[in-house]
């Protein structure tokens, strides 16, 4: 069965600087997707990146950049010039190609100092 | 509507009562998908729909839960005699095809269910 461990429940960072948060998976899969959500306290979850397993290259959108260790089975959100829009909890979640559920870590709260 | 939208909101409800949640979903989109957020077991895959089958229902808990789909469009998810144990936040979610390149799911606000 796939899993996705997020092992940090919370993390704090100071506006303006850089925050890496830690996501590990388990599968036997090759071929599959992984994402960061944010649920903000509307309590709406938002697509903030994706990543492609066959693809080696980290995806990046904007502001946020992942580091992604197939081989480890690792994949980490960094936020960069962190603003106080992005304090909500994270998911990291796993699909495969063929099956679309989802199947989420257990989220991690981030909040921003300003 | 411009995204997914979910009713009631809240819902407070007594314990051993049923409930309806509702789902409705991107316009066009064929896939949907119910999950469950609650404290102690993060959220979960309850039940996905690929028009109005429902091709994996794997995730709910218990045969008092039970969905469906109508007109390819608006879901129901309906608790039978809640438990204390229900309470949770229930999210939906519509997508594309599954064909589709990346098949993004998009959320709802959810509706927070409390059981008293």
């Known amino acids: 069965a796939q899993t996705v461990t997020q092992s940090q429940p919370e993390m704090s960072v100071q506006e303006a600087e850089t925050v890496t948060l830690s996501c590990t998976y388990d599968t036997s899969e090759s071929d599959y997707y992984l994402f960061w959500y944010k649920q903000p306290p509307s309590r709406q979850m938002i697509l903030v990146i994706r990543?492609?397993?066959?693809?080696?290259q980290n995806a990046t959108e904007n502001r946020f950049s992942v580091n992604f260790q197939k081989a480890a089975k690792s994949f980490s959100l960094k936020i960069s010039d962190s603003q106080l829009g992005d304090a909500a909890m994270y998911f990291c979640a796993y699909r495969t190609r063929a099956n679309s559920k989802l199947t989420f870590g257990k989220g991690i709260t981030l909040s921003v100092r300003p | 509507g411009a995204g997914v939208s979910q009713s009631p909101s809240n819902k407070v409800t007594e314990k051993g009562k049923d409930v309806e949640l509702r789902c409705d979903p991107i316009?066009?989109?064929?896939?949907l998908y119910w999950y469950r957020q609650s404290l102690g077991q993060g959220l979960e895959f309850l039940i996905y729909f690929q028009g109005n089958s429902a091709p994996d229902k794997s995730g709910l808990p218990s045969d008092r839960f039970s969905a469906e789909r109508t007109g390819g469009s608006v879901s129901t998810l309906t608790i039978q005699r809640t438990q204390q144990e229900d309470s949770a936040v229930y999210l939906c979610?519509?997508?594309?095809?599954?064909?589709?390149?990346?098949?993004?799911?998009?959320f709802g606000p959810g509706t927070r269910l409390t059981v008293l």
């Open positions: 316009s066009g989109h064929t896939a």
């Open positions: 990543q492609e397993a066959y693809k080696q």
């Open positions: 979610a519509s997508s594309t095809s599954l064909s589709a390149k990346t098949n993004e799911q998009f």
